[in-house]
């Protein structure tokens, strides 16, 4: 998935929010044009699919594999996508700080509704 785009801003105050997926990098799970529903107050866990921010400011869809330590030293999540021929991700820009994980999808709302 080159970019997986939140809708308007994160979290400010709100416990959910919506994101569309663009691009292909985490099919098969989820595909260019999907809609999903987002927990902001969800902490992440090893296999869920998060939103997260990489440093760059791109915001993405992701799984969240594993904690990392960080270079400055504080805790991180490696994040991959599910098609690893796609897209940018910790391979590529490294683990991403817990405050950039910006919350966790729990259901792809269209074009049918499912958990994910």
């Known amino acids: ?3 997986s785009a939140d809708r308007g801003s994160t979290r ?21 044009g999907d809609r999903l529903l987002v927990s902001y107050a969800a902490a992440p866990a090893a296999d869920a699919v998060v939103l997260a921010r990489f ?14 330590t960080l270079r400055t030293g504080g ?11 796609e897209g940018v991700d910790s391979r590529h820009r490294g683990p991403v700080e ?7 999808v729990r259901l792809r709302l269209w074009p049918s509704p499912r958990r994910i």
């Open 1 to 3: 998935m080159k970019r």
């Open 12 to 32: 400010r105050g709100a416990r959910y929010g919506m994101a569309l997926v663009h691009g292909r990098s985490m099919e098969p799970t989820l595909r260019d």
């Open 55 to 68: 440093a760059d400011g791109t915001v993405a869809v992701k799984r969240a594999v594993e904690r990392r």
């Open 75 to 85: 805790p991180g999540w490696w994040l991959l996508s599910d098609n690893p021929d």
């Open 98 to 104: 817990d405050g950039s994980v910006l919350g966790v």
